[in-house]
């Protein structure tokens, strides 16, 4: 759905914020991340010019995504390391 709504969005980067996002809806959050803060997310990093997920990119741009002070909080740091790795892992 990513790719076919933001064609101009690189493959990989693609692919990491869906799995990105689907690790977040496995965790115990106030409100989960859909559809459409997901491509409002794909949105900004595509912005940003993003290519992939690092850390310093997936922190600063958290607030796109979550919409709660306290999901932010919950996920900066070890949670949002742990998923990057999960997704380093798995290329």
């Known amino acids: 759905?990513?790719?076919?709504?933001?064609?101009?969005?690189e493959r990989r980067l693609?692919?990491?914020?869906?799995?990105f996002v689907q690790g977040l809806r496995q965790l115990d959050l106030y409100k989960l991340p859909g559809l459409a803060e997901?491509?409002?997310?794909?949105?900004?990093?595509i912005e940003l010019n993003a290519v992939s997920l690092d850390p310093a990119m997936v922190q600063s741009t958290l607030g796109v995504l979550l919409k709660y002070?306290?999901?932010?909080?919950?996920?900066?740091?070890?949670?949002a390391a742990r998923l990057l790795a999960e997704?380093?892992?798995a290329a």
């Open 14 to 19: 693609a692919l990491q914020v869906v799995a």
């Open 69 to 79: 002070q306290d999901d932010i909080a919950r996920v900066q740091g070890s949670e």
């Open 1 to 9: 759905i990513v790719s076919a709504r933001l064609p101009q969005i």
């Open 38 to 45: 997901t491509l409002d997310w794909s949105r900004a990093l």
């Open 87 to 89: 997704l380093r892992a």
